[in-house]
Antibody, heavy 122, light 108 residues
Framework: EVQLLESGGGFVQPGGSLRLSCAAS????????MNWVRRAPGRGLEWVSA????????DYADSVKGRFTISRDNFKNTLYLQMTNLRADDSAVYHC???????????????WGQGTLVTVAS | ESVLAQSPVTLSLSPGERATLSCRAS???????LAWYQQKPGQAPRLLIF???TRATGIPDRFSGSGSGTDFTLTISRLEAEDFAVYYC?????????FGGGTKVEIK
């Protein structure tokens, strides 16, 4: 069974940092692009970041560019999202998703992890 | 960026009825790169349809997608109890990929 399990969310003050992890199982992790998608309270889904299967290329939403870094360890079957200089509007449930399609940063997502909650507040 | 407007925001229907959900894009969706997802409370979103009309693995045939250009539709032919949920459309033809705000299908 294909599974994605996120961890690392929590409560952090504005300006702080968090590192999210996503453990993948049930498929050949190194063959797929991976993305992060978030949903803030009362708001819709927002694409955050993407990484190609090899890890050599990445892409970011303008709202997180320069503050978030996506990476992956294909030996550990794990996806990461390093988040720095966090703001209140980064508060959301962050989902790890496996991407399909022609490009690593433009595809559809299947499956989705349950998500991990990040709360940024003072 | 391409903004996706979903309507209605809430759809109140009874089991057995037909549900028609709309997704309108501010710019044409390239190559039919449009997907639909279902999300139930406390669960992760689940892929229903990609490429406008291709059902994902395991999705029942009461779910169908159609449309082109800027106007797309998700149809649930006969609502079953487990179909009451929030539905999102997503375009992946233009950078950045974007999602609609969602339509909640609730029991009338």
């Amino acid at each position: 069974e294909v599974q994605l399990l996120e961890s690392g969310g929590g409560f952090v003050q504005p300006g702080g940092s968090l590192r999210l992890s996503c453990a993948a199982s049930g498929f050949t992790f190194s063959s797929y692009a991976m993305n992060w998608v978030r949903r803030a309270p009362g708001r819709g889904l927002e694409w955050v970041s993407a990484i190609i299967d090899s890890g050599d290329s990445t892409d970011y939403a303008d709202s997180v560019k320069g503050r978030f870094t996506i990476s992956r360890d294909n030996f550990k079957n794990t996806l990461y999202l390093q988040m720095t200089n966090l703001r209140a509007d980064d508060s959301a449930v962050y989902h790890c998703v496996r991407a399909k399609g022609e490009w690593f940063h433009l595809g559809w997502f299947d499956p989705w992890g349950q998500g991990t909650l990040v709360t940024v507040a003072s | 960026e391409s903004v996706l407007a979903q309507s209605p925001v809430t759809l109140s229907l009874s089991p057995g009825e037909r549900a028609t959900l709309s997704c309108r894009a501010s710019e044409g969706v390239s190559n039919g790169y449009l997907a639909w997802y279902q999300q139930k409370p406390g669960q992760a979103p689940r892929l229903l349809i990609f490429g406008v009309s291709t059902r994902a693995t395991g999705i029942p045939d009461r779910f169908s997608g159609s449309g082109s250009g800027t106007d797309f539709t998700l149809t649930i032919s006969r609502l079953e109890a487990e179909d009451f949920a929030v539905y999102y459309c997503q375009q992946y033809g233009r950078e950045p990929l974007t999602f609609g705000g969602g339509t909640k299908v609730e029991i009338k």
